[in-house]
């Protein structure tokens, strides 16, 4: 049904990122079974699909590309915030052969729908959890690295409390309809931020994020 998308699909991301462990990871993990059944004919299309409850599955570009900048070795415990569907934390399990993923989601049908889709993969080092308050989940780090995927105005200090020394954290930061994803580093001497290039993401709503939605969005 998909085939050629398919094709297309990973021609286009090995020329814009090249080869590697990242894009095993994508070929690795069927995005079919994370969009609704309806859209699953559009599930290779290099774009973002809704989930359901005002939410997107993310374009298989920004998910690669943000996935790859965490520059995970293989053994991390990572937090993502905002599981939707649960692909993106299927992609990032992928890459973790002797690690886990913890992914949280306020929306309490999603976090359903993502435990019951990685299941279904056999994806078994990811804990999907529902949290209806608050950013990430403090009482279960601190993590190695973290990854947002929704935005926010500014880089939540409640993020970064729960990451290790020597951890990276990625999310998008802004305030309009495009964002700038953000890498932030723990050094020892504080928090380096990068500013890694434009990207559109859905509000992340929380404490330390938005409150509501912003307006337009």
Known sequence: MFKSDRSRLFDHLAKAMGHGPTLDAMRAVPRERFVPDHLRSQAYKNKPLAIGNGQ???????????????????EEYVLEVGAGSGYQAAVIAALLPRGRVLATERIPELAAMATGNLAKCGVYNVRVLHTAAGLGAPEHGPFDAILASASAPNVPESLLSQL?????MVIPVGVGQYQ???????????????E????????LLGEGAWQTLPCGR
């Open 180 to 194: 700038n994803l953000t890498r932030v580093r723990m050094e020892p001497d504080g928090a380096r931020i990068e």
């Open 164 to 168: 290790k020394p020597g951890g990276r």
């Open 196 to 203: 890694l290039g434009p990207c559109s993401y859905v509000p």
């Open 56 to 74: 997107t599955i993310s374009q298989p570009q920004m998910v690669a590309w943000a996935t790859d900048v965490l520059e995970l070795s293989g």
